[in-house]
């Protein structure tokens, strides 16, 4: 199994969403040793925000591409080669004013691409990136999954939507949710995340065993 990590919480080694990412990413990688695993850090390299030379470039046959098109369109191409080589995706963020963060939101810019990862038919979009599991890892300062504040959360129903347009319907969440309550509060949050990432080790493990019997 080919795993890809992205990570993009810009609080760097104090993310809970990247903690608990990497740390169901090498759970996953320890439980097979066939297994691969390719990190994409979006904030240590962060992706460019598209541009003029990047949504014309994308459209313009590569051998008459300017060199800037043909460098922004190679950026992308690298991480759509990753996201198809991917048996298993990993998306972590922190929940940053009721939504992703904007590495993330880049990442998503190159990936959705005409052609390439959707296309349109007679019977309308058709999602080209199939096969996949998604686990999306999501950390924020208050509770968005229950009660009066689920209609503030634009970080989940986004992804889900954007990653199913392009044909990933796959997809699980693991919330550290709360930790800006208290000591107690992060505490609660991570164990319950730690939990989730436990068992879905566990479960694709029993997975793999039956795979092979």
Do not use: C
Not at 61 to 77: C, F, H, T
Not at 134 to 142: D, E, R
Not at 178 to 186: F, H, N, R, S
């Amino acid at each position: 199994m080919s795993i890809l990590l992205v990570t993009s919480s810009p609080r760097g080694a104090a993310s809970h969403s990247t903690r608990i990412a990497t740390e169901l990413a090498n759970k996953l990688l320890a439980a097979d040793p066939s297994n691969t695993l390719v990190v994409r850090d979006l904030v240590a390299n962060p992706l460019p925000h598209i541009d003029p030379d990047y949504s014309t470039g994308i459209y313009t046959p590569a051998e008459a591409r300017s060199q800037r098109q043909a460098e922004v369109v190679g950026v992308s191409d690298a991480v759509l080669d990753e996201l198809f080589a991917a048996d298993t995706i990993i998306l972590a963020t922190g929940f940053i004013n009721f939504g992703i963060s904007s590495t993330l939101k880049s990442w998503v810019d190159h990936v959705a691409r005409s052609g390439k990862t959707f296309s349109y038919g007679e019977g309308g979009p058709k999602g080209l990136v199939n096969g996949k599991k998604v686990y999306i890892v999501l950390a924020s300062g208050g509770i968005y999954s229950e009660g009066a504040a689920v209609q503030m959360d634009h970080a989940i129903p986004y992804l889900r939507g954007v990653l199913g347009f392009l044909g990933m319907t796959d997809v699980d969440v693991i919330r550290i949710e709360g930790v800006g309550m208290g000591p107690d509060a992060v505490d609660a949050a991570i164990a319950k995340a730690t939990a989730k990432v436990n068992a879905v080790v566990a479960g694709t493990a029993g997975k793999q065993v039956a795979a092979a019997a």
